[in-house]
């Protein structure tokens, strides 16, 4: 591993070398490894996750060493850079038509793709449902038994390097139409009612003491979530701010299909 770190990051430093079968050949190891779950571009680390950045760098520099090709499936035609991940039923992953996995994404046993994308250096965990037209960026690490609802939009992020990818972390429920970018992560547990935007400017407001508690880029565990509005002053007048409030907690239970439908139930959260 010490020598695919030393190699991957002196090509990035001297790009002249991408012009060598040995580092080619290297870079493809790296990407190899992400498939099959070997390597994670971001992984935890006690209460807080850590970027690899050289995975990073070797999954930008896969881009130029690979050249232009046709993929045929039965009468769909692409032309891509990058292979399609191919022998879902060895690796116990249901994909329903049209659904696409890139080489380099890793899906653990227990997945589900619905028709939806899922792009290179992506991690996603066993019992995971990506439903349809979800999208998982490029990099973005997925718990397990999340739901991701339909037309979900979970952000890429290959640069800055030392920019952590979106990461939602185990038992997550994400309503239908959000968008979560810029290296947002969402904490164990936590429930998203449909079209909670979040950056990483985006206020997240626990509206649920006596006194407003502010996050940004991060929802705490177990916290129930939903779109909201503040008031901000402009040069021009006063305007409504999109923001997400957090609007109650979501009981620990061992049963987490209990816990989540009397989530959904007592905030009335729309999904």
């Known amino acids: ?46 209460s807080d996750w850590i970027v690899n950045q050289w995975v990073k760098q070797a999954v930008i520099m896969y881009f130029p060493i690979q050249k232009m090709k046709t ?38 046993k227990g997945v589900i793709m619905m028709p939806s994308y899922v792009n290179i250096g992506a991690w996603v965990g066993g019992g995971t449902m990506v439903d349809t037209w979800a999208t998982v960026g490029s990099c973005a690490q997925i718990g397990r038994n999340v739901h991701l609802s339909g037309g979900v939009g979970i952000g890429g992020v290959l640069e800055p390097i030392q920019a952590s990818p979106t990461i939602i972390e185990d038992d997550c429920f994400i309503g239908s139409r959000c968008i979560l970018v810029e ?8 429930v998203l009612g449909a079209n909670v935007v979040l950056t990483q400017s985006s206020r997240i407001i626990d509206v649920t003491g006596e006194e407003p508690i502010t996050h940004r880029g991060y929802v705490p565990p177990q916290s129930v979530v939903i779109p909201g509005a503040y008031e901000k002053e402009f040069p021009a007048g006063k305007y409504q701010v999109s923001c997400a ?22 905030y009335n959260v729309a999904v």
């Open 1 to 46: 591993m010490q020598e695919l770190i030393k190699n991957i990051e002196a090509a990035w430093q001297d790009r002249s070398l991408l012009s060598e079968e040995s580092t080619q050949e290297t870079i493809r190891e790296v990407i190899r490894l992400l498939d099959l779950g070997e390597l994670r571009v971001a992984e935890p680390s006690g």
């Open 71 to 108: 993929i045929e499936v039965g009468p769909f035609e692409f032309h891509d850079k990058i292979p399609l991940k191919k022998d879902y039923a060895s690796k116990g992953v249901r994909v329903v038509p049209h659904a696409i996995a890139r080489h380099g994404a890793f899906l653990e």
């Open 183 to 190: 290296g947002v992560r969402i904490g164990t547990g936590a």
């Open 245 to 266: 409030l957090i609007i109650g907690k979501r009981k620990e239970s061992t049963n987490q299909k209990v816990s989540l439908n009397d989530a959904l139930r007592e």
